[in-house]
């Protein structure tokens, strides 16, 4: 008996510094970025002048081309952590990309960008757009650990972000650091949220066209999704104050106006979103979203168009200097992602 919780002491005690291990590294490898970090944009230089009076924009929540209509995800109630094949995943890029090649927008906004995970079979997802599209980049971390440790088989190393799409020429670029909810010793490997905002001149005018991309909060309380909120239409009116025309568009993880009507929460106990009804934007500001098709799906099982839970969570804010001509979620019936494109069109007054 005394030999058997003599074992059982050790092996208590090799797990207890196994985990303070795994804690104390972590810890030393968090990601801590700046609060504001700029991005090299040299590379944009020999691209098109903007020059317009109109702008295209898609905004598409990639599902690091890992969760398409195969797939479910443990986090949404579904049994998987790894939801993709290799083989699969390839093909869900080669459809993103065929998709962004035969769309004619001036800036397309992707969230859930992946750069050397685990769950994505080490590829680099950012390289493979750019190189597929032809188009400039600019990318921005919001996700980067070298070992997620949960749950069981653990999701693994993971490097993750949102990435801006454009031919045209880009002034300046940074990533901006949005709220963090979670405290030590979570945060170690959590997200990290940020905007990704791009300046872009426009030929004949001393006022700039600003691009935001975002991608908020998902599994939190709902703090963190209104601080990160706030501090988003913090950032957007200090862009207009300058005389800019300023888009901003992702997913919110937020319920738009009139979503939760479209597409009732049928199981409470699933993942809901916030619920972006109640938020007063600054004045003048508008949201631009579609409610006709849905833009997410959840991913508690592979999806089945006519049971599985939809929301209207992707959308745009545009400031008072532009003005909606159109907007659509665009149905790829949730192929290649847990998402659909949602495209914008506006004119700059």
């Known amino acids: 008996m005394k030999k058997a919780l003599k074992i059982i002491g050790i092996v208590l005690l090799a797990v207890v510094v196994l985990f303070g291990a795994l804690v104390a590294y972590l810890s030393i490898k968090e990601y801590k970025p700046d609060e504001i970090e700029q991005i090299d944009v040299s590379a944009s230089e020999s691209r098109n002048a903007f020059s317009g009076d109109t702008v295209k924009l898609i905004s598409f929540n990639t599902g690091y081309a890992a969760l398409g209509d195969n797939a479910d995800f443990f986090m949404d109630g579904g049994e998987n952590v790894k939801s993709s094949d290799e083989t699969r995943m390839n093909e869900n890029m080669n459809e993103i990309s065929q998709f962004i090649n035969e769309q004619n927008a001036d800036f397309y906004l992707l969230q859930e960008v992946d750069q050397n995970s685990s769950r994505t079979y080490s590829v680099n997802q950012v390289e493979t757009y750019i190189e597929n599209t032809k188009l400039f980049g600019t990318y921005a971390l919001n996700y980067s650990c070298p070992f997620v440790p949960y749950p069981l088989p653990p999701i693994g190393k993971v490097n993750s972000g949102i990435l801006t799409l454009t031919d045209y020429t880009v002034s300046s670029a940074e990533r901006v650091s949005l709220p963090c909810p979670f405290s030590w010793p979570v945060s170690a490997a959590n997200l990290k949220r940020c905007l990704l905002i791009n300046h872009i001149p426009i030929e004949g005018s001393d006022k700039e066209l ?60 699933t993942w809901a979103p916030g619920t972006l009804e109640n938020t007063v934007l600054p004045e003048g500001w508008a949201f631009a979203y579609d409610t006709s098709v849905p833009s997410c799906r959840l991913l508690d099982k592979p999806y089945d168009p006519q049971t599985s839970q939809h929301y209207i969570i992707d959308g745009f804010i545009i400031s008072p200097n532009v003005e909606k001509v159109s907007v659509e979620t665009l149905d790829l019936g949730f192929h290649a992602a847990d998402h659909n494109p949602v495209s914008l069109e506006v004119k700059l007054k």
Do not use: C, R
């Open 210 to 269: 600003v691009i935001v991309n975002l991608h908020l909060e998902a599994y939190d309380d709902g703090e963190g999704k209104a601080a990160q909120t706030q501090m988003l239409f913090s950032v957007l009116q200090q862009e207009y104050e300058k005389g800019n025309y300023v888009i901003a568009g992702g997913d919110f993880n937020q319920t738009f106006p009139g979503g939760l009507d479209a597409y009732p929460i049928e199981d409470t106990e």
